[in-house]
């Protein structure tokens, strides 16, 4: 769901699935359906050429001193699908080794190409807040603070964010999902009832940019991008 007070009243839904994998235990597909789901490094943080948890703990070491010696991670992410992937937002949940949950980090990616990780500490019930910093919508200026929370993945998962900009609430979005076992069965399921899906985001992200602008909306620069160091 994403919705926004101006238009007054704008507001749409679509429904999506999502990938839920431990990062040392990734899925291994039989080949005839490696091409409907596949999680690459270079489609995440960091050195394209090392895995995602090599790049993610050199991300957490250099940026917030955070060493989780082996714990687990919890990646929520769109995989690539028959060649094509767009991840709006990736959340990887990062434990301890005695399992309690250290931080979580929000890899955002813009229509540009262009990445940005939010490393963020959820205190009670999985709010946590930080600056935005990063260019997303061509709608929306770099300023102003996120305010998110992230619920543990269980059967059911839950993910609120807005952003809010001197002192008003100028976006939001969530995501609410039901959790199923990966089999090659479930994902042809899938696949059938959500027939390209990534591609399908991204058209939807730039029909919904569209609405907008022929609502009258105002865009806003997009500034040079500074990439983060381990980021990429």
Not at 15 to 43: C, E, H, N, Q
Not at 61 to 83: D, K, P, Q, S, W
Not at 213 to 227: E, Q
């Amino acid at each position: 769901m994403h919705t926004r007070p101006r238009p007054a009243g704008y507001l749409f839904r679509h429904r999506v699935y999502m990938w839920l994998v431990d990062l040392d235990r990734p899925p291994r597909l039989p080949r005839l359906f490696a091409p409907l789901g596949r999680i690459r490094s270079r489609d995440h943080l960091g050195d394209p050429r090392r895995s995602i948890r090599a790049n993610l703990d050199d991300f957490l070491r250099h940026n917030g001193g955070v060493e989780l010696n082996g714990g687990r991670v919890l990646l929520l992410t769109n995989a690539r699908t028959l060649g094509h992937v767009f991840n709006p937002l990736s959340v990887f949940w990062c434990h301890d080794a005695d399992g309690t949950l250290r931080c979580v980090v929000a890899e955002v990616h813009n229509t540009h190409g262009e990445r940005h990780c939010y490393l963020l500490e959820p205190g009670e019930r999985g709010h946590a807040e930080t600056d935005k910093a990063f260019y997303v919508s061509p709608f929306l200026t770099v300023d102003g603070r996120y305010r998110m929370s992230f619920s543990t993945p269980g059967e059911r998962l839950s993910i609120q964010m807005e952003l809010v900009q001197n002192g008003r609430r100028v976006f939001q979005a969530s995501l609410t999902a039901r959790r199923r076992p990966m089999t090659a069965a479930s994902l042809a399921a899938m696949a059938v009832r959500h027939p390209l899906m990534t591609a399908r985001v991204s058209a939807l992200i730039r029909y919904q940019g569209v609405k907008l602008w022929l609502r009258g909306m105002p865009r806003v620069p997009r500034p040079r991008h500074s990439p983060q160091e381990w980021v990429g």
